[in-house]
């Protein structure tokens, strides 16, 4: 069965500071992996993903994440956080083994302090 | 492009009645889509996996009489929660799956609020 682990249930991080949530997975077979961001009562929008390739993804909003399949994660950074950069961050795998079926992790609650 | 749409927003409905939300994917079809559930402070719950023209498939634990899943285009699936109790009250939200077109990615609605009284 697959799951997602966000071990962090809330961070607060001062504007301008860096930022990393962290994620770890279990998949049986190649994880497609993906961070969401999600404003109060919004929906989800992809911030990126990660299918082949290069291990670091470059996202939108000045997000990157990098998998590490020995340690089963996949966590995600960024450099210099934003006001704006506020608000529920969940780690979600899936795959064409699972019929593309996502498992979401529990969410990151992120809050900036100015 | 990519956008999937839900209605309502949000509703409010009495106990004992039914309801139905919609999700559409409005510029492209979705060979699947995908249900939802949120709990406050909480992560996204599947609750069933929606293929065009065949029956819904329900995660353990979705009672699939009570969430009916109606996936009849490509561009259309509805929920309807059926003798809605104030226990349904939710966030649900949808997501549209174009396959491989789509870079394997779902699309996610805004979600639907639904509170039962």
């Known amino acids: 069965a697959q799951s997602v682990t966000q071990p962090d249930i809330h961070i607060t991080v001062s504007e301008g500071a860096s930022l990393e949530l962290r994620c770890n997975y279990s998949y049986g077979a190649t994880p497609y992996l993906f961070w969401y961001v999600q404003s109060p009562g919004q929906g989800l929008q992809l911030l990126l993903k990660?299918?082949?390739?290069?291990?670091l993804v470059q996202g939108i909003k000045g997000f990157e994440a990098e998998f590490k399949r020995s340690q089963s994660s996949f966590n995600l950074r960024k450099p210099s956080v934003h006001w704006s950069d506020a608000a529920e961050y969940f780690c979600a795998v899936g795959g064409n083994a699972a019929g593309n079926k996502l498992t979401f992790g529990g969410g990151t609650r992120v809050l900036v302090k100015p | 492009g990519a956008v999937v749409s839900q209605h309502p927003s949000r509703v409010i409905c009495k106990s004992g009645t039914s309801v139905k939300i919609e999700c559409r994917s409005l510029?492209?079809?979705?060979?699947?889509m995908f249900w939802y559930r949120q709990f406050p402070k909480k992560s996204l719950m599947l609750m069933a996996t929606s293929n065009e023209g065949s029956k819904a498939t329900y995660e353990q634990g979705v009672e699939k009489d009570k969430f009916l899943i109606n996936h009849a285009s490509l561009t259309l699936s509805t929920l309807t929660v059926t003798s809605a109790h104030p226990e349904d009250s939710s966030f649900y939200i949808c997501?549209?799956?174009?396959?491989?077109?789509?870079?394997?990615?779902?699309?996610f609605g805004p979600g639907t609020r639904l509170t039962v009284t």
């Open positions: 997501s549209a799956y174009p396959g491989a077109s789509g870079g394997y990615e779902q699309y």
């Open positions: 510029d492209f079809q979705a060979t699947t």
């Open positions: 990660y299918f082949s390739g290069d291990t």
